[in-house]
């Protein structure tokens, strides 16, 4: 009965690579989000989809590609990885992206390590 | 944009109170979120504020003041399990954005 799930758990990886996280909320929720946390803690907001249409792209280098095929999943795909893309990911989901209700439910994380 | 501040760090009793304050800048202002993360897992819950006040919600209770751009989460009866880090979040006109987070360790 998970509410958001995210595989993998761990993703150790060359530089130069690329890879993909998926993520999967069976919430019934319209929208998803794409979290990073770097070794300060800083969690910061990188994608959000609503509906599968994107409404929130901040500053991320075009090697990240959000891709929502429904409502209940959003994946990441990063190209070229290089060493500064090690970080924990977070897939998060809310009911809806009004400021009246935002509670958001996170995943457990990709912790993505680039060697 | 924002400018979240909180203490990075704060150390209390098992049994005691602990207060973490939380000030923020924000261009526009739809609420104030606090979230409990232990270390390794991820962020949950804990607490939502729109108007002044205070919030109870059992041990915990947050309070806001918009005029002044100040929240703090207050923990009560700390036990062990609240060893975390607590991390103030605001939203804006679009998304959330969250501090670095205040981790609190509990001493027996």
């Known amino acids: 009965d998970t509410a958001v799930s995210q595989t993998p758990k761990y993703l150790v990886t060359q530089m130069g690579n690329d890879k993909s996280i998926k993520c999967e909320q069976n919430?019934?929720?319209?929208?998803m989000y794409w979290y990073k946390q770097d070794s300060k803690k800083f969690l910061k907001i990188m994608f959000s989809y609503n509906n599968k249409e994107l409404i929130i792209n901040e500053t991320v280098p075009n090697r990240f590609s959000p891709k929502s095929p429904d409502k209940a999943h959003l994946n990441l795909h990063i190209n070229s990885l290089e060493l500064g893309d090690s970080a924990v990911y977070f897939c998060?989901?809310?009911?809806?992206?009004?400021?009246?209700?935002?509670?958001?439910?996170f995943g457990p994380g990709t912790r993505l390590t680039v060697l | 944009g924002q400018n979240i501040d909180q203490p990075t760090e704060m150390t209390a009793t098992e049994g005691a109170i602990v207060q973490i304050n939380c000030t923020y800048q924000?261009?526009?202002?739809?609420?104030l979120f606090w979230y409990q993360q232990h270390a390794g897992e991820a962020p949950t819950f804990l607490s939502y504020n729109v108007l002044d006040g205070l919030e109870e919600k059992g041990r915990f209770s947050s309070f806001l003041s918009r005029s002044k751009g100040y929240s703090y989460l207050l923990l009560k009866e700390l036990q062990m399990k609240d060893s975390a880090s607590y991390l103030c979040a605001v939203r804006d006109d679009y998304k959330l954005s969250f501090g670095a987070g205040t981790t609190v360790t509990v001493r027996a």
């Open positions: 998060a989901s809310s009911q809806g992206d009004s400021p009246v209700y935002n509670e958001q439910f």
């Open positions: 919430l019934g929720h319209d929208t």
């Open positions: 924000t261009s526009g202002f739809n609420g």
